[in-house]
Structures are given as C-alpha cells and as structure tokens.
C-alpha cells in the first residue's frame, strides 16, 4: 500500500501535469483569436526625390497606420532604378492604366490603383474598411507585383526620415523651377519676337545680317549644344546617373518616358543630329557658293525654330507632368532658342525681297 507521502507527491504530480496541459492548450486556442482579426494588404510605391511621396509618407499614412494598427499590412516599394520604372509601368499595364497615369505615389489595394496624394487622401480609408468588413484582403495575385514584394519595406519598420526629400534638395527643386519657368518666358518671348520679325520682312524689311563675332557664335554655341546632347544621350543609354548640380532633379527627368522619343529614341539623340545639322549648314553657308548655300540660311534657322518649340514642349513637361527639372535640358533650350535669334537674319534677308530682285 502507498504511504502518505507518495500519496501527497503523485497527487502534487497529478496536479501540475493538469495545469501544465491547460496552459498549453490555453495558448493554442488563444493563438487563433488573434490570426482571426482581418487585415489589409497594400503597397505603395514612392521615389525618394518626390515631394507628393513625401507628404503621403509623413501626413497621410501615419495616421491611417495609428487607427487600424495591426489590420493594416502596408509594404513600401522604393522606384529608384530604370527598372523600378519600367517595372511599375508594366504593373500599370497589367492593371489597364497607360504610361501617362501612372506616377508615383502610386498606392495598390488589390487590385485599385491608387495614384496621387489626391486619390489616396481619399479613398484609402475607405477602401481598408471596406475590405476588413468582408474578411480582409491580401495582395492581388499579379506575378510581377509578387517579384516586386520580397525588395519592400513594412511601413511599421521604415525610417521615413532617411529617404526623405532634405531642405537642400527642395531648395533645388525650388531654384529649378523657378529656372525653369525664366526660360520658357525667354523662348516664348523670343519665339514672338521672331515671328514679328519674319513677318517684317515679307513687307520688304530685314535684319542686317550677323558678321564677326555675331556670326562665329553660331558653332561655337552649336557645339557647346552638342556636348550636352551627347552627355544627355550617355546617360539615357547607360542608364547612369546624371551630373545635376546645385539645380534640378535631372536623373528624374531622364529616367521618365518622355526621355525617350515615340518610346524608342533617346531625346539626347535627336538634339545631338540638331545641332550637328547646324553646323554643316553653318559652314557649307560661309565655304560653298551653290543654290543651297544660299537657302542654308533659312534652313538653319528654320532647325533652329523646330529645336525652341520642341524645347518650350519638353520644358513644359518638365513643369507640369514630370514635376522635376533637368539642368543639361534647360542650357539646351537656351542655346537653341540662341541659335534661333542669330539666325534670323537670313531668313528675313531671303525673304526681304527688294523691288530690283522682283
């Protein structure tokens, strides 16, 4: 017969072997309970150089984070690379949106596009209360978007602050601008001043043709044009990062679709045949003595017109769609508009016919 004591310890055995078999169990039906609240998956693409990225990361999402804490899974995606690009355009593609609505922020909610600081300020609430009431959401089954996830980032997890844009940089921003809008004014003003003047002259009034120094600014300032374009179309080529300065995000700029002409050819490209057109035209002007020596005057200036109207177009894009400006693009503008106004009077001399000539 057992004793007291063995009595006393298989019960106290008894009695921890139930208390450890309750906590356990205990747990794994806890466990349950938690996995079962919904939750939201969604992700965001940003740049690190765009403003309206910056304000969605640092007033918007906070708060929205806050509110719905653990039912709210939102990775960030970092667009910093051609790739990058050209991946989101793809994703763009796949979910119906052409090249020119897609931007950064660009905010994905199965499959719901989010784009812009407007959208997302929005609809993004509504959207997660939406899908937390019919049992959560994950993220849309897209094979490019699921080659895209593992390089994200938990917002939970993300220091802001190391990728936002510093006061140095707005500062740029601000003074590219700023650059930006003083050059569409000289090329839109300079654009009227030609106009007037070849309309002056099919009344019979030219200019007096440029000579000297006037006239040998032309190539000069052709080849300093040219060495911009082909710096330009380097870094379009190559993919590399661009040399921007104290001015400007021209790597922005570069890496947009409209770097590239028609999706295919490089703009750094066609500037570059622009001003090497310029100067063949230049010299054959001063060294031949043929029929088109003597139209290659106007033809020059009538590259020189297309160069500052394709140039006020890109300037505009910048301004408006790219929201970023490149410095090498801005010289280029100035330099061709340059181009444009000295040689004018070729073109008024060639139409100025004098009643003798008639």
């Given at each position: ?168 940089k ?26 007037a ?13 440029v ?68 100067l ?19 033809i ?22 790219i929201?970023?400006?490149?410095i ?5 503008a100035v ?24």
């Amino acid at each position: 017969m057992l004793n007291r004591d063995e009595i006393m310890r298989k019960a106290l055995m008894l009695l921890i072997t139930l208390l450890l078999v309750f906590s356990v169990s205990s747990s794994v039906k806890a466990a349950p309970v938690q996995s079962e609240q919904p939750v939201v998956h969604a992700v965001l693409f940003f740049s690190s150089g765009c403003p309206y990225c910056n304000e969605v990361l640092t007033s918007t999402l906070p708060p929205i984070q806050d509110q719905y804490q653990s039912q709210l899974s939102l990775v960030l995606i970092e667009v910093a690379t051609l790739q990058d690009i050209n991946n989101l355009f793809a994703l763009g593609d796949v979910l119906g949106l052409t090249k020119e609505q897609v931007a950064v922020p660009f905010l994905l909610v199965d499959r719901t596009p989010l784009v812009g600081v407007d959208e997302i300020n929005h609809q993004f609430s509504s959207l997660i209360d939406k899908y937390l009431s019919s049992g959560g959401l994950e993220y849309p089954d897209i094979p490019l978007l699921n080659e895209m996830l593992p390089k994200g980032i938990a917002f939970t997890s993300y220091d802001l602050y190391l990728h936002l844009v510093s006061p140095a940089k707005t500062v740029s921003q601000t003074i590219g601008t700023a650059l930006a809008w003083g050059v569409m004014a000289i090329m839109i003003i300079a654009l009227i001043l030609a106009v007037a003047m070849v309309a002056r002259a099919f009344q019979g009034k030219s200019l007096t043709e440029v000579k000297g120094w006037l006239d040998w600014a032309i190539p000069i300032f052709a080849v300093i044009g040219l060495g911009a374009a082909i710096y330009l179309t380097y870094v379009e080529v190559t993919h590399t990062n661009a040399i921007c300065g104290p001015v400007g995000d021209c790597n922005a700029v570069q890496s947009s679709p409209y770097a590239k002409l028609f999706g295919l050819i490089p703009i750094g490209i066609v500037g570059a045949l622009g001003y090497i057109a310029i100067l063949v035209t230049w010299i054959w002007r001063r060294e031949r003595r043929d029929a088109f020596s003597k139209v290659s005057g106007p033809i020059m200036f009538a590259m020189a017109l297309f160069g500052t109207l394709f140039s006020i177009y890109l300037t505009y894009l910048e301004l408006f769609v790219i929201h970023a400006v490149c410095i090498w693009c801005l010289s280029s503008a100035v330099i061709i508009t340059a181009l444009m106004l000295l040689s004018l009077p070729f073109v008024t001399k060639w139409l100025a016919i004098s009643d003798d000539e008639e």
